[in-house]
């Protein structure tokens, strides 16, 4: 995936936060959990680099990876939930999974600055917790979501 997104982590790492809360079976090829190189022939018949943990950014990713993972294990919502789109502004995606009375809503900013992003949700909560951070945002009559997100990050709410 690392060659698809131009080399760029960042943008890798949307696609994975993406891929892991999207419906469907997420698939990670030999590599991309440290950003290894070589999706083409004959390139794609290199040995995997064990030495990757002396690489900070590559151990961060495979972190990054291992965290998407076990939200995804811990969370039934998002192998079995519905799908819906909530909100598709420029280069702002944010959709809700639902299982069981449980929902998750994902909100993913691909644009290249901060963005103030406000959705209607029908959670019906007082509050909800990004599960990547642990960060808490407030719901104005249990509908509103209001949420700031850095240029190329995400967050996966519950």
Known sequence: YLESAGG??????LAV?????????????YG???GMMGAHDPDCRRPFNWKYTDDKEKVALH????KLIRIR????VLYYGTFKTLLTKGMIYAFERSYEGKNIV???NNE?????????????MRSVTDLLTGKQYP????????????AGTGAILK
């Open 8 to 13: 760029d982590i960042t943008r890798l790492k």
């Open 17 to 29: 936060l993406f891929q892991m809360t999207y419906v469907g079976t997420p698939h990670i090829w």
């Open 32 to 34: 991309d959990e440290i």
């Open 63 to 66: 972190n990054y990876y291992k």
């Open 73 to 76: 294990k811990e969370n039934p």
């Open 106 to 108: 994902v909100v993913i």
């Open 112 to 124: 290249d600055t901060k963005q103030t992003i406000e959705l209607e949700t029908d959670l019906g």
């Open 139 to 150: 719901l104005t009559n249990g509908k509103i979501l209001e949420i700031e997100l850095d």
